[in-house]
């Protein structure tokens, strides 16, 4: 059996972290296993579903380098969910009705009121339809058949097909709920795999007979416990966890995947830079049943701790040409993100505004102006610069290091100064120290 899976939202607004850690755990779970990921686009609601959307989850896929094996789109399937639904209906294993919304609600009210699970009642067989009323359709659940799987997060479940309702599959309209084209198409497209939130368990459930209805073995299930913000459920107002804010700020998809994949698991969060480990990790079994916290900061620290380590060669299409790979090398423990690359250019090359130098820290710079052309810049110019100011001065340690810093390169903070300042022409050095300096 080919493991395959799925990655199905609804194209009806933006993906947000949730989703598309549910899009990579499907494809880390299919890359594992040699096997297949699909995209497939659940737009059977053609009035909420809109082409900015499909386009919005393709970029965003791209963007975390998940890479699918094909694409399907609900919107074109209908005469297969017909042909279906034709084959449940003549087995008796899809009924027509009748109620209305108030009627169903007065039934749910009555039966609370009476201490009874508010579960949908069926009508006697043979019933007399009501004239000129559209019906809409339910699946009838077979309540001799236990609903049983074991859960990849989850372990063991079991349903009461007694003490659920029959699902409404189809409306009068004829338009689809999500339930029944979603196992036809998992039957049609060979999905092995149904890895999802733990919100869909009861629909699961239902699901778990429908695959039977229609003569086929239900897939493997994982469902994952939701991700929560740091405030709380992620709610359909993104904010700052949409993935389009989360491009904008810069943050790395390999910084995105890295946490995706492990939060909620007892595995830590490792900085890795390319995919191959998580691909290599993923096993559901290390997902607990607890929500999984996505912190933003913790996000932002790891996309640093990776850039620390991200070889010049990723990132190269991406950096101003000034910034070649020494010059990456020296300033990527001081990125926060790669785009941020672009504030060090000026550092190197100037256009350079010498800070104002404390008076205490003219004669360090003077003596450092002087010395400065005599000294070999292929060698070791930092320690050389340093030297001659230390003797001809006596500063030592933040009294000395600190001016030489801010002069050169009008920061307080930065890269080791040992490994930057080789990379600052000899010239220019000469023309901030003497400016600096005041000589
Ligand atoms: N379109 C459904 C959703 O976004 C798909 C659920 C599933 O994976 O089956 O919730």
New binding site residues.
Partial sequence: MTVTTRF???PTGHLHVGNVRTALHNWLWARKHGGRFLLRI?DTDLERSKEEYVAGIRADLNWLGLDVDGEVRQSMRFALYEAEFEKLKAAGRVYACYETPEELEIRRKILLSRGLPPVYERKPEGAPAPEGVAPHWRFRLDHDAPIEWTDLIRGPQHFEPRTMSDPVVRRADGSWL?LLP?VIDDIAMGISH?V?GED?VSNTAAQVQMFAALGAAPPAFAHEALLVGTEGKLSKRLGSLGMDALRERGIEPIALAALLARLGTSDPVEPVTDMAPLIAGIDFARFGRAPARFDEAELALLGQKILHHTDYAAVADRLPAAIDAARWNAIRPNLATVAEAADWVAVFDGPFVPPAADAVDRPVLAAAAKAAPGIDWGADPWHALTAAAKAATGAKGRALFLPLRRALTARDHGPDMAELLPLIAKEEAIARLAAAGGS
């Fill in positions: 199905a939202p609804s659940d999500y979603s149904v999802r869909h």
